[in-house]
């Protein structure tokens, strides 16, 4: 079955610098890539997410980017803010039925 | 926005005893499916349903859990003996058909004594 690998599992930036979260995936049938955001208490809700048929998608100051060659993607968060710290988790799905996730990446916003 | 609702948000049951959690989806969502999270580990998959059945399950969803949309707007996962290590958050999420992406909802967090 597929398996998704997420680096880091936790990630400190200063407000205003850049973050990126890098996930590998294995099963090459794989053609979904959603990133989900979880706050305390929360579910995870989804941010952004991409297509095997496309590299990059962007929204605002989140872009995710995906190498279908070397099976792994990224997201990329710009200008972070403090709101922005949460655990993120990256997933991968072939069927768009049964999603496969990430271990989170824990991301702290220094102000 | 449109939410998936779950309930209790914590359950704390007995070893050996039957729980339900209980999961209201996004109205015309039509895919529904039931995750959960072992402390410090990844999210899993359990079961998939569509069209009033299971449409896949994993390895964990052995026959201790069924799943139920009893009412046409309720969707509820029973775990008929639980045990120790069921303990873990349990997420219900749904999903329209034009859509891959899922709503999640809050989360059951379920403890077994």
């Known amino acids: 079955g597929e398996n998704v690998e997420q680096h880091p599992s936790t990630l400190s930036v200063q407000e205003g610098d850049s973050a990126v979260i890098k996930c590998t995936y294995s099963?090459?049938?794989?053609?979904?890539f959603p990133w989900y955001k979880q706050e305390l208490g929360k579910g995870p809700q989804l941010i952004i997410d991409i297509r095997s048929n496309v590299g990059e998608k962007k929204d605002q100051r989140i872009a995710v980017t995906l190498n279908k060659t070397a099976k792994h993607f990224s997201l990329h968060i710009t200008e972070t803010q403090p709101e922005d710290s949460a655990v993120y988790f990256c997933a991968a799905s072939n069927t768009g039925n049964q999603f496969y996730f990430g271990t989170g990446t824990s991301l702290t916003v220094i102000p | 926005e449109p939410e998936v609702t779950q309930t209790p948000s914590h359950q704390v049951t007995q070893m050996g005893q039957e729980v339900i959690l209980r999961c209201v989806p996004i109205?015309?969502?039509?895919?529904f499916y039931w995750y959960r999270q072992i402390l410090g580990q990844k999210v899993e998959f359990l079961v998939s349903f569509y069209n009033n059945e299971i449409s896949e399950k994993s390895e964990i969803f052995d026959d201790q859990f069924s799943v139920e949309r009893p009412d046409g707007s309720n969707f509820t996962l029973k775990i008929r003996s639980t045990k120790l290590e069921d303990s873990a958050m349990y997420f219900c999420a749904s999903r329209d058909p034009a859509n891959y992406g899922y709503t999640f909802g809050s989360g059951t967090r379920l403890t077994v004594v």
């Open positions: 109205s015309n969502h039509l895919y």
């Open positions: 099963d090459s049938a794989s053609n979904y």
